[in-house]
C-alpha cells in the first residue's frame, strides 16, 4: 500500500537513458536569446568560444528527446536512480492528511543535483578536445559538481566563488580542491571584471553574475578553454530532467500522482528537471498538478524582477536572454542559500511563469531554516539551505491541508544535503540568522535602480 511506502527505488536497468527537451511541447515558443551588439537571434557561432557544439545543439534542438551517451550513464550509475522517499514523519509531526514526496538528489557526489548536467558538459567539452573548464559558483555545490566531471573525463577546473559564500562555505572550497579544480573569490584581482568591482567596491560579498563574468571572460580568451553554466540554460536544464523522469516512474509504482510540485528557484535547473516531464503530462492530459517555484526574498527574480531582456551576467559578456531579472549588476544580501542569489531566472521558466503555467512564491531564510531544522529532526536529513526554501512552502501547504482535511499528494525536490553548511545551522540555532533588514520599499528602490540599467529591447 502507498500509505506504507517510504523510500521508492528504481532498479539501475529502469534510469531513464534520455532527456527530455520541454522546448518540443511548450504551448507557445519562448522569445530566442539575441546578441548584444545587433539584436539579431543568435546562432551556433556566437556561442562557439564558450561551448563545444553537441552542447550548442542541445541548447537550440526541438526534438522531443535527447540520447544520453554510454559514458555519461557509466557516471550516473555512481548515484541513480536517486530515491524518492514518502515524509511519513514529517506528516506525522504536522498532523496533516497531505502525502509528501521528495526526490532526493543529494545522494551524488558532490551531495547534490548539479552533476547530473556538470558530468555530460564535462564529457562533450572533453570530446571536443578541450583542456579547461572554467565556471561560476554560488554556495559551492556546482563548483563541487563541476570539478568531480572534470576528474572524470581529464579535464582541469578553474572555479570563480562568490566571495559570500567563499568566506562562509570554506568545506565546499577544499571539497572542489579535493577533486582537482582551481578556486577563486570572486571578485578577484584575476580579470577585468573582478577588478572593475573591486575598483568601486572593495569590500564587495558578489553575485552570481559577477563571477559569471570573470569566468567568461577568461573561458573566451584561452581558445583551450571552454565555459560551463549550472543553471539558467535549455542544455542545462534539459540534462537536469532525468530527476522528473525518474519521479515519474517512481509514482507510477505506487500510483500516486502529485497534486502540487514545489521546487526553490535561483536560476531554475533543479526546479526545471523535476518540473519539466510533469508539465509534459500536463499538457498530455494524463495529470494535473499545480506547479510552484519559491526563491528566496532577498532575491526575488520572479515574484519581484522585470521580465525583459538583460544579460546573463553582471559586466555584459553574455548575450541577452528574455528572463525575470532584477538587473544584471544587481546584487543581493548576503544570505546563506548562496545557490539561490542571482539577479535573473532561466528563460524557460520565466516564459512559464509568465504564460500562467507555473506560480511563484518568495521565501524569508528564517521560516526556510526553521523548515530544514524540522525535515532534519523527522526525516533524518539535514536539507542545503537552497531547497529548505521549497520546503518551508512545502510545509506551508501540508498545514493548511490539516485545516482544510484535504488529503493532497505534494512532491517536493530535495536538491542536496546541508552537511558543509552546518555553520549557517549553527548560526540559525544561535539565533545569529536574521531575515534582510532591506524594507520592500528599499527592495523596489534597488530593484528599480538596477533594473534602469538594464538593456533597452523592444
Excluded at 572534470?150 to 570563480?160: A, D, N, P
Aim: aromatic share 8%; glycine share 10%; with cysteine.
Amino acid at each position: 500500500m502507498a500509505a506504507l511506502q517510504h523510500k521508492i527505488i528504481l532498479s539501475e536497468d529502469e534510469m531513464p537513458t534520455r532527456w527530455y527537451n520541454v522546448l518540443h511541447d511548450l504551448p507557445t515558443p519562448p522569445p530566442p536569446p539575441l546578441h548584444p551588439g545587433t539584436l539579431a537571434p543568435i546562432g551556433p557561432d556566437d556561442l562557439a568560444p564558450l561551448f563545444p557544439l553537441a552542447l550548442i545543439e542541445q541548447e537550440v534542438t526541438t526534438e522531443q528527446y535527447v540520447e544520453i551517451p554510454g559514458e555519461v550513464l557509466d557516471v550516473y550509475r555512481l548515484w541513480r536512480p536517486s530515491p524518492l522517499f514518502r515524509a511519513h514523519r514529517l506528516e506525522k509531526a504536522l498532523g496533516t492528511p497531505a502525502r509528501i514526496y521528495y526526490k532526493y538528489e543529494g545522494v551524488s557526489p558532490a551531495g547534490s543535483h548539479k552533476p547530473n548536467t556538470a558530468v555530460p558538459q564535462a564529457f562533450y567539452n572533453a570530446a571536443a578536445g578541450v583542456r579547461r573548464l572554467t565556471t561560476e559558483t554560488g554556495a559551492g555545490q556546482w563548483g563541487t559538481a563541476l570539478a568531480f566531471a572534470c576528474s572524470q573525463f581529464g579535464l582541469e577546473c578553474e572555479v570563480w566563488q562568490v566571495r559570500a559564500s567563499y568566506d562562509q562555505k570554506p568545506y565546499r572550497r577544499l571539497m572542489i580542491e579535493t577533486f582537482g579544480g582551481t578556486v577563486h573569490p570572486s571578485p578577484s584581482d584575476l580579470t577585468a571584471a573582478g577588478r572593475a568591482i573591486l575598483a568601486e567596491h572593495p569590500d564587495s560579498t558578489g553575485s552570481l553574475g559577477i563571477a559569471i563574468s570573470e569566468a567568461v571572460e577568461v573561458a573566451a580568451s584561452d581558445p583551450d578553454t571552454k565555459y560551463a553554466l549550472g543553471s539558467v540554460l535549455n542544455h542545462v536544464l534539459l540534462h537536469q530532467t532525468i530527476i522528473g523522469e525518474e519521479a515519474l516512474l517512481q509514482l507510477a509504482q505506487i500510483g500516486e500522482t502529485p497534486d502540487l510540485l514545489v521546487g526553490c528557484t535561483g536560476g531554475g535547473s533543479n526546479f526545471g528537471g523535476l518540473m519539466f516531464p510533469f508539465l509534459r503530462e500536463k499538457w498530455a492530459g494524463r495529470m494535473s498538478p499545480s506547479v510552484l517555484a519559491v526563491e528566496p526574498s532577498a532575491c526575488p527574480s520572479l515574484t519581484r524582477g522585470r521580465y525583459a531582456y538583460d544579460f546573463g551576467d553582471t559586466a555584459g559578456m553574455t548575450p541577452l536572454m528574455k528572463m525575470h531579472t532584477l538587473g544584471h549588476d544587481f546584487i543581493p544580501d548576503p544570505i546563506h542559500a548562496g545557490g539561490l542569489r542571482y539577479h535573473g531566472m532561466s528563460p524557460l521558466i520565466s516564459h512559464l511563469y509568465e504564460t500562467g503555467e507555473i506560480g511563484a512564491v518568495a521565501k524569508p531564510q528564517s521560516e526556510c531554516f526553521a523548515a530544514g531544522v524540522l525535515f532534519a529532526r523527522t526525516e533524518g536529513i539535514v536539507p542545503a539551505p537552497e531547497p529548505t526554501h521549497a520546503l518551508a512552502a512545502a510545509i506551508e501547504e501540508a498545514r493548511r491541508c490539516a485545516e482544510t482535511g484535504e488529503e493532497k499528494v505534494i512532491l517536493t525536490a530535495l536538491c542536496g544535503h546541508g552537511h558543509l553548511d552546518l555553520p549557517a545551522y549553527g548560526a540559525y540555532l544561535a539565533g545569529a540568522v536574521s531575515d534582510s533588514e532591506t524594507t520592500d520599499a528599499e527592495l523596489d528602490a534597488l530593484v528599480a535602480e538596477s533594473l534602469a540599467r538594464v538593456p533597452s529591447v523592444g
